[in-house]
């Protein structure tokens, strides 16, 4: 659901606690945000410490005197000077307006205005001797902590919505479509992947399943696929919605719990659909209030897009819009695998 604490903050001010209602996150953004958003929470967030310890996250600044660009004394009496601005008195009271703690406890937060007060959210009162210090965890450690949490996050269920039709861009197609075969090499070998193709006619592949068992045959397709029509993008996101909505409902029946999500390939226009139109489309999507509900990562291709309609459609349903050209398929894959 996020990269930074800051996006699930976000969902829970847009959404409030029944959406979620804990974060991992940072002291100072509990401040920002019960200042920033006093009047849109439904209550203010409260940070908890724990008591057996928790991450001092440190600013480290280092002068690197005798690095191979250093050119003249010049530069490193700069650094020095810098370093003195950083930690004079005047900057660090500064710092503590940003709700940013000074790890030297001698430096008293108890200042005019200090935004380090309960009602903030905060306790003014936590020290290295309330709250240790606790280790940062070693590289083996973090890799076995990712593998774990491949194998017991959630299982997920993944459509791909990709617009097939004429009315792209010339080669824009083509970029799709090859982003939608290395997106599928990028996914996990346990997910679930459906494809639905749509250009004047919506195409579900009655190919599905894991991305182990279909993938190769997933991706033939799409190599063999030309464009054509013209494209029913409205019609194409209910329908898909109503599909995956429909698998849920049949997972939910055998008592099983996925995540369930959508990756819309497209310019983001529609020039065919008959069944709905740019409100009713609004008006038919999931409304975003259940965690549980469709999520819909949109990826715009071309030049010229409505990358305005695919955010607000991404957003709508708690996911977000990516522009294909601004990264490559598997930081973009990676973007969204941390959402879902």
């Not at 928790?54 to 020095?80: H, M, N, R, V």
């Not at 017991?152 to 004429?166: F, G, Q, R, Y």
């Not at 792209?168 to 679930?192: Q, T, W, Y």
């Amino acid at each position: 659901m996020g990269r930074l604490d800051t996006d699930l903050l976000d969902l829970m001010v847009a959404r409030g606690s029944q959406y979620l209602d804990a974060v991992a996150g940072y002291e100072s953004n509990v401040i920002r945000y019960n200042k920033e958003y006093e009047k849109r929470l439904e209550q203010p967030f409260v940070f908890i410490y724990p008591s057996e310890g928790s991450f001092w996250i440190d600013q480290p600044y280092c002068i690197l005197e005798s690095a191979p660009w250093i050119k003249t004394t010049k530069e490193i009496e700069g650094a020095k000077q810098f370093l003195n601005f950083l930690t004079s008195t005047e900057q660090k009271l500064e710092m503590i307006q940003l709700g940013i703690r000074p790890f030297n406890q001698s430096f008293s937060i108890n200042t005019p205005n200090s935004p380090f007060k309960l009602e903030s959210g905060v306790n003014p009162e936590v020290s290295l001797s309330s709250v240790p210090v606790l280790p940062f965890p070693s590289g083996a450690v973090m890799n076995s902590i990712l593998q774990m949490w491949y194998l017991e996050k959630k299982p997920v269920s993944t459509m791909l919505l990709i617009d097939t039709s004429a009315s792209v861009e010339p080669d824009v197609e083509n970029r799709i479509l090859n982003f939608a075969i290395e997106f599928i090499n990028n996914m996990h070998s346990n997910d679930i992947v459906l494809v639905t193709k749509f250009a004047t006619h919506i195409e579900f592949l009655p190919i599905w399943g894991r991305v182990s068992d279909v993938a190769e045959e997933i991706k033939e397709s799409l190599a063999n696929t030309r464009p054509s029509g013209k494209s029913a993008l409205y019609d194409a996101i209910i329908s898909s919605c109503k599909k995956m909505e429909d698998l849920q409902k049949m997972d939910l029946a055998e008592g099983v719990i996925r995540s369930y999500n959508m990756v819309l390939m497209t310019d983001g226009y529609d020039t065919k659909s008959t069944q709905y139109d740019r409100r009713t489309l609004f008006k038919e999507l999931p409304n975003g209030k259940d965690a549980s509900q469709v999520h819909i990562y949109s990826i715009a291709f071309g030049k010229t897009i409505d990358f305005n309609l695919l955010t607000q459609v991404s957003e709508r349903t708690n996911g977000k819009a990516f522009l294909a050209g601004s990264t490559d398929t598997h930081s973009i894959y990676d973007l969204i695998s941390m959402e879902i």
